[in-house]
């Protein structure tokens, strides 16, 4: 199975909007809507964001969005903030009944 | 709140057996019929990669890259979750997670465990 694909790294300024794409094949991104999103703080447990390509888990804060078009997942990061610096991954349910990830895209915020 | 905890040897031999435990708290592992449990790992400086998942049934299902290797297994009194994985190289070295499933997500991870693969 190969991977979803992601940029290597994203930067925005505090209060500023970013957005992280995850490209996958109709087997998974385009074919499931079980697109989900984690930010992982290194040393830490990955933390889940984002499920069934735009929903929030309980807790989570609104300025976290996701969407999907054809094959292509999107997170939206809005007015970012300093703790937001992180990793984040995008993974698929795939046709083959497996999990896919993405390669992870570096958030920095200057 | 679920806790997920990780354990097992931090070296590992090339050539052998890799095996890790998984000791969840705060949930049963038998208590939701839709929930599995999962492993992911981490190479150092890579990303995430789904290694497969289990049902407390028993279920299983793996990542076809390393299907040939892998094997998961569950202790439902004692609440525990094993990874097994055989003929281990250098390039099996990570940061290995178990993390609870329900409906194409994880919802809770361990902190992860660090298996070094070195002789």
């Known amino acids: 199975q190969s991977a979803l694909t992601q940029p290597a790294s994203v930067t925005g300024s505090p209060g500023q909007s970013i957005t992280i794409s995850c490209n996958g094949t109709?087997?998974?991104?385009?074919?499931?809507?079980?697109v989900s999103w984690y930010q992982h703080h290194p040393g830490k447990a990955p933390q889940l964001k984002i499920y069934e390509v735009s929903n929030r888990p309980s807790g989570v804060s609104d300025r976290f969005s996701g969407s999907k078009s054809g094959n292509t997942a999107s997170l939206t990061i809005s007015g970012l903030q300093a703790e937001d610096e992180a990793d984040y991954y995008c993974s698929s349910y795939t046709s083959s009944s497996t999990y896919v990830f993405g390669p992870g895209t570096r958030v920095t915020v200057l | 709140q679920v806790q997920l905890q990780e354990s097992g040897p931090g070296l590992v031999r090339p050539s052998g057996p890799l095996s890790l435990t998984c000791d969840v708290s705060?949930?049963?592992?038998?208590?939701?019929?839709?929930?599995?449990w999962s492993w992911v790992r981490q190479p150092p400086g890579k990303g995430l990669e789904w290694i497969g998942e289990?049902?407390?049934?028993?279920?299983?299902v793996y990542n076809p890259s390393l299907e040939s290797r892998v094997s998961m297994s569950v202790d439902k009194s004692k609440n525990q979750l094993f990874l097994k994985l055989t003929s281990v190289t250098a390039a099996d070295t990570a940061v290995y997670y178990c993390a609870r499933g329900e409906s194409f997500k994880w919802d809770d991870w361990g902190q992860g465990t660090l298996v070094l693969v070195s002789s």
């Open positions: 109709s087997s998974d991104v385009g074919g499931y809507n079980y």
């Open positions: 705060g949930a049963s592992i038998s208590s939701h019929s839709g929930r599995w």
């Open positions: 289990i049902h407390h049934n028993g279920s299983t």
